[in-house]
């Protein structure tokens, strides 16, 4: 059988640098700026995984955000230590809460925030017994 192995979440972002901006100051990810094919490129290393963030184009050839619940992908999910402290830290930074931490499952919480574009972030906390 074939191995996988995750590689990238790719977003698309009306304003590359607002998105990779909110990203590092909300949820520490790395910015890594470079070029490809002569244009600037924005990606980002969050929580030991790339993330891509490419331009939209201005011809609106990119449909807008679909509103939540949909189908396809929902959201992405970041594995945290403490979820009460990240919320708390995150809610001075003035990240919106679209669910409020609270416990799943016996030794799982979770909490989701929503990012820049209406992107759907799921924080858990997982703990062995």
Do not use: C, Y
């Amino acid at each position: 059988m074939s191995r996988f192995g995750f590689d990238h979440i790719h977003l698309r972002s009306p304003d590359p640098e607002a998105t990779a901006a909110w990203f590092e100051r909300m949820l520490d990810a790395e910015v890594i700026r470079s070029t490809q094919d002569g244009k600037p490129r924005i990606d980002l290393r969050l929580g030991g995984q790339n993330v891509f963030i490419a331009q939209v184009p201005e011809d609106g050839s990119v449909a807008p955000p679909p509103s939540p619940p949909h189908q396809g992908l929902d959201h992405f999910g970041l594995r945290v230590d403490d979820l009460d402290a990240v919320a708390a830290e995150l809610k001075a930074k003035g990240v919106a809460f679209t669910m409020e931490p609270r416990q799943a499952r016996p030794g799982l919480r979770i909490a989701f925030i929503r990012g820049p574009q209406g992107i759907s972030i799921e924080l858990l906390e997982r703990r062995t017994a």
